[in-house]
């Protein structure tokens, strides 16, 4: 593995491979890797020749009084984790390599970045965005895989690189679990004990709004109401608890079709988010809870 911190090397890094015909996988992170971010790692491994990882805590994304100067780094970690997960290149840019002059140019993906977390945090999806079209700039034509733990923000990376004809190839990864349910995150680090038990009831909340619409719910309304109550009862504060149309996040009413359950909860100071998308048809009702890794918990 080479570990680069140098635009241009990762220019050069990705068309010299082109150049001998091998095809380029990106997986895009901001680093404290966990489970979640190997998956992404390993799908990429499978299908590409040259692996290119990329860790960068984009000051963009991030609004002030967010975590962006406490968010968990880990340098040596990190790269004995890709290294083990076959990655050819780990990108590791400072944000003057990144941004040698403040940025004049933003992406903005309208109407799927509104609601949901874009509520609360209205400048962060251009500051993903941003960063995301700089990095498929460099990388070149490639496929980039990113999980499905942020629903959103996957959704709105999909559809800039179809509104821009920006020729990568997006993937999207299932989301993957501590073996409570727990979505990983790299923000789980800030947990104290008693929070950490605390969210698992995100997850627990999450599956218990798939059994309401197994057993016949089908407004999307009173699912929310019934998922907030559930919530309080494992003492969570939701941000938002949102139903939607997973193709486009559109609001519905009725749940018919593929559905996304999307939820994001303060614990303590952390800030979680969370999803399970549902397929409901005459047939019955599909849960995709996620991957939920094995262990003692
Ligand atoms: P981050 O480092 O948090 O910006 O995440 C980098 C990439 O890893 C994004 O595409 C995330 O969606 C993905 N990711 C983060 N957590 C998970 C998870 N628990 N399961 C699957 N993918 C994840």
Redesign the pocket.
Same mark, same amino acid.
């Given at each position: 593995m080479i570990v680069m911190d140098r635009v241009d090397d990762l220019r050069r890094g990705c068309e010299t491979a082109r150049h001998d015909g091998k095809s380029v996988g990106l997986?895009?992170? /901001?680093?404290?890797f966990?489970?979640?971010?190997r %998956?992404?790692m390993r799908e990429a491994r499978r299908h590409h020749d040259l692996v290119v990882t990329t860790i960068f805590v984009n000051p963009l994304q991030f609004a002030p009084g967010e975590d962006l100067d406490s968010y968990p780094r880990d340098f040596a970690g990190d790269a004995a984790a890709a290294e083990s997960e076959g990655v050819d290149i780990l990108f590791t840019p400072s944000v003057a390599e990144m941004y040698p002059e403040p940025t004049r140019t933003t992406v903005h993906v309208s109407d799927l970045t509104d609601g949901l977390c874009g509520a609360e945090r209205p400048t962060h999806f251009d500051g993903v965005t941003t960063v995301v079209a700089k990095l498929f700039s460099i990388v070149g034509p490639c496929s980039a895989?990113?999980?499905?733990?942020?629903f959103q923000?996957?959704a709105v990376i999909a559809r800039m690189a179809t509104d821009l004809d920006l020729p990568v190839a997006v993937v999207g990864?299932?989301?993957?679990?501590e073996p409570d349910g727990l979505? /990983? %995150?790299?923000r789980n680090a800030y947990l104290s004990p008693v929070d950490r038990r605390r969210a698992a009831g995100i997850f627990q909340t999450l599956r218990e709004g798939a059994r309401i619409v197994e057993h016949g719910e089908r407004n999307a309304r009173a699912l929310r109401r019934a998922l907030e109550r559930a919530g309080a009862d494992r003492g969570l504060e939701f941000e938002y608890v949102e139903v939607r149309r997973s193709s486009d996040l559109a609001t519905i009413e009725h749940l018919t079709d593929e559905i996304v359950v999307a939820v994001a909860a303060r614990v303590g100071t952390t800030r979680l988010i969370d999803n399970l998308t549902m397929q409901i048809s005459d047939a019955g009702v599909t849960t995709d809870l996620?991957v939920i890794t094995q262990g003692s918990a």
């Open positions: 997986v895009p992170t /901001m680093g404290y966990h489970e979640g971010h %998956s992404l895989y990113f999980g499905r733990k942020d923000q996957l990864c299932p989301l993957v679990r979505a /990983m %995150s790299s996620g």
